[in-house]
T-cell receptor, first 114, second 115 residues
Framework: KQEVTQIPAALSVPEGENLVLNCSFTDSAIYNLQWFRQDPGKGLTSLLLIQSSQREQTSGRLNASLDKSSGRSTLYIAASQPGDSATYLCAPRQGGGATNKLIFGTGTLLAVQP | KAGVTQTPRYLIKTRGQQVTLSCSPISGHRSVSWYQQTPGQGLQFLFEYFSETQRNKGNFPGRFSGRQFSNSRSEMNVSTLELGDSALYLC??????????????FGPGTRLTVL
């Protein structure tokens, strides 16, 4: 059974800092992994998708890496801004083409102080 | 292109009642998944549909059911509501099933409160 852990659970940083969010998963047989952000009381916004054959993906100030063999993914946020404050969730999708089921971690609550 | 829409956005029901939630996926997307989010359990998978067929189901009681229509819109139903069913219900839309580049997009959710 896939279990996903995100560290740290909460993080508070001053504006402008570069930061790293960590995600680990127990079953390495994943198809892909998505990173999402969630603002309070809102739905999830997809940030990046890394396919199982990829090592990293970049979008603007965000860079996500994937190491399947060690069961780890990291989300790097450069030059953080107050607007980045949200909960960040990682979600691997299990192997096999018959399902889109995502397993979610408990998230990292990020606060960027102006 | 419009995103995933969910209706209603907020619902208040009493124990024992039933409720139906609706999800319209992104135009052209044929796969819809449902998740329940609570402070205690986090995000948990309910079920997923593709081409009007349920393809996978999470570990929830039979009071939770769903369906998908020919236009890919999906509904989920919860019967005999319990206090513990209070949650944010999220719908995810994707182009197809499978494929490693199949990105999923979420709607704003329906906040259900059971009194």
């Amino acid at each position: 059974k896939q279990e996903v852990t995100q560290i740290p659970a909460a993080l508070s940083v001053p504006e402008g800092e570069n930061l790293v969010l960590n995600c680990s998963f127990t079953d390495s047989a994943i198809y892909n992994l998505q990173w999402f952000r969630q603002d309070p009381g809102k739905g999830l916004t997809s940030l990046l998708l890394i396919q199982s054959s990829q090592r990293e993906q970049t979008s603007g100030r965000l860079n996500a890496s994937l190491d399947k063999s060690s069961g780890r993914s990291t989300l790097y946020i450069a030059a953080s801004q107050p607007g980045d404050s949200a909960t960040y969730l990682c979600a691997p999708r299990q192997g096999g083409g018959a399902t889109n089921k995502l397993i979610f971690g408990t998230g990292t609550l990020l606060a960027v102080q102006p | 292109k419009a995103g995933v829409t969910q209706t209603p956005r907020y619902l208040i029901k009493t124990r024992g009642q039933q409720v139906t939630l609706s999800c319209s996926p992104i135009s052209g997307h044929r796969s819809v998944s449902w998740y329940q989010q609570t402070p205690g359990q986090g995000l948990q998978f309910l079920f997923e549909y593709f081409s009007e067929t349920q393809r996978n189901k999470g570990n929830f009681p039979g009071r939770f059911s769903g369906r998908q229509f020919s236009n890919s819109r999906s509904e989920m139903n919860v019967s005999t509501l319990e206090l513990g069913d209070s949650a944010l219900y999220l719908c995810a839309s994707s182009l197809r099933q499978g494929a490693t580049n199949n990105e999923q997009f979420f709607g704003p959710g329906t906040r259900l409160t059971v009194l």
